[in-house]
């Protein structure tokens, strides 16, 4: 992954994605978005020392030792606060905790996830395209809308087809923050903070906008 020319800062937010090369159909798959979301979680930490491929090979006594040490916080290089995947791209709403986290971070995520996805399907070169998109996420309010406009997308792009279809879409994070079943890796507080920690106010708020983000999305799809 080609080094970016843009310094992203520590203690910032950043609106982080990406899209498949040719547009090609990964995520549609159950285990290939199930086996990126294990990298999303796993790379987080600066004692991720082993590569996840390496980490399963290991036994369970081993692999029970690293994933203690791993869900240290005081090791995240980053905070993930909120992810979708979508068929062809993802989007992950990320926090830098520590110098060069989200570059090293995200050259650990896509390219384990490469190799994962080329040996099983008896392909090389790149999946995705070459240098992933960081948006600065400057504002409260942006973050509000940031954060909404990332869990709605099954919903804009028309995987989800009704707001219920959408509270249960598996790939994202949208569940953990209006269910009180939030996953370990997933940080909604800095997002719910702005509600009061109100999850009925937080859900209320997406899904109010929900028709006017698909209506915004429709020329984009129906091209594609």
């Known amino acids: 992954m080609p080094i970016r020319e843009e310094q992203l800062f520590t203690g910032s937010i950043y609106h982080i994605y990406n899209r498949t090369i040719d547009k090609k159909h990964i995520f549609s798959d159950h285990t290939n978005a199930t086996r990126f979301l294990e990298g999303v979680q796993y790379y987080r930490s600066s004692k991720a020392t082993i590569g996840l491929a390496d980490y399963y090979r290991l036994d369970e006594k081993q692999q029970a030792n690293i994933s ?34 989200i570059r090293n971070y995200m050259s650990k995520v ?11 399907s008896h392909r090389g070169g790149s999946l995705f395209q070459s240098r992933f998109n960081a948006v600065c996420v400057r504002t409260d309010e942006q973050l509000m809308h940031v954060s909404r406009y990332i869990h709605l997308n099954p919903y804009s792009g028309n995987i989800s087809f009704t707001l219920r279809d959408l509270q249960k879409y598996k790939w994202s994070s949208y569940a953990d923050y209006i269910e009180e079943n939030a996953k370990a890796f997933i940080e909604t507080r800095p997002v719910l903070k702005l509600w009061k920690l109100r999850r009925d106010l937080y859900q209320k708020f997406v899904e109010q906008n929900a028709d006017y983000q698909r209506m915004l999305e429709y020329p984009k799809h129906k091209v594609e």
């Open 110 to 120: 896509t390219n384990a996830f490469t190799r994962y996805y080329n040996i099983k």
């Open 68 to 101: 203690q040490q791993v869900e240290y916080k005081k090791y995240h290089s980053v905070a993930v606060l909120a992810y979708c995947l979508m068929p062809t791209h993802f989007h992950l709403l990320i926090k830098q905790q520590q110098e060069d986290g």
